[in-house]
């Protein structure tokens, strides 16, 4: 007796990654695409979430953004399977992306086979890393000095952020303002702020400017991969 198809949905706001994706996969006799969205809140408002196998996010999604609809999915359906699904480089973010919650993150310049791999494996509850460390990066971006704050064991500041502060301090340096961050956390202004002053201060900067020059001086912010 054969296998029932791994059920997938997609969640991406570019509707030529979606397509995309959607005709490799149902090339695929094991796989079958359940759903679509193209923001993060018909993500979680979609109804029939207990009969996907697999949700590939897009961290960079509108409304609400891929990390919080991770952080909300993991807490309500924790048997789901998470890939997540970024322009911004595995080096940096795979390990973080993972401790939330998801079972892969692939960068978008990654070959659409080795986003099926990542399908097929965490459906079959093996882990995926597709050849990135699972160390968080000890060096800055030059490969050889540690960024300006670095710990004595040489992980960059940015590593001991908290998982909300995290998510704030991503949200920032993607162009997202304290009010706008708030709307799509459900948090009061006035928590983000005081989430964006730890991160000051972890970071060693004085204002929002500086905290998204340290995320391009760090290497966190790529270059989007053409869609």
Not at 25 to 52: F, Q, S, Y
Not at 89 to 114: C, F, H, I, N, T
Not at 147 to 165: T, W
Request: proline share 6%.
């Amino acid at each position: 007796m054969s296998r029932p198809p791994i059920r997938v949905f997609l969640a991406d706001d570019h509707a030529l990654v979606r397509l995309g994706l959607r005709q490799l996969l149902e090339r695929e006799a094991d796989v079958t695409v359940v759903g679509e969205a193209d923001d993060g809140r018909r993500v979680l408002l979609a109804e029939g979430k207990d009969g996907w196998d697999v949700l590939v996010l897009d961290v960079s999604l509108p409304k609400v953004g891929g990390i919080e609809v991770l952080r909300r999915l993991r807490a309500e359906h924790p048997r789901l399977k998470v890939v997540m699904l970024s322009m911004y480089p595995e080096d940096q973010y795979a390990e973080r992306m993972v401790a939330q919650g998801a079972a892969a993150y692939l960068s978008k310049d990654r070959r659409p086979e080795e986003v099926l791999a990542a399908i097929r494996a965490v459906h079959a509850g093996r882990p995926w890393t597709g050849g990135v460390s699972p160390a968080l990066p000890r060096l800055g971006p030059d490969g050889r000095l540690p960024l300006p704050g670095a710990a004595a064991d040489g992980r960059p500041p940015h590593a001991r952020l908290s998982a909300r502060e995290y998510q704030v301090f991503t949200l920032l340096f993607q162009g997202s303002t304290v009010s706008e961050i708030a709307a799509e956390l459900d948090l009061r202004a006035s928590t983000v702020s005081n989430h964006v002053a730890k991160i000051k201060d972890k970071l060693a900067v004085h204002s929002i400017a500086e905290i998204v020059g340290y995320a391009h001086r760090a290497g966190l912010v790529g270059t989007r991969v053409e869609e």
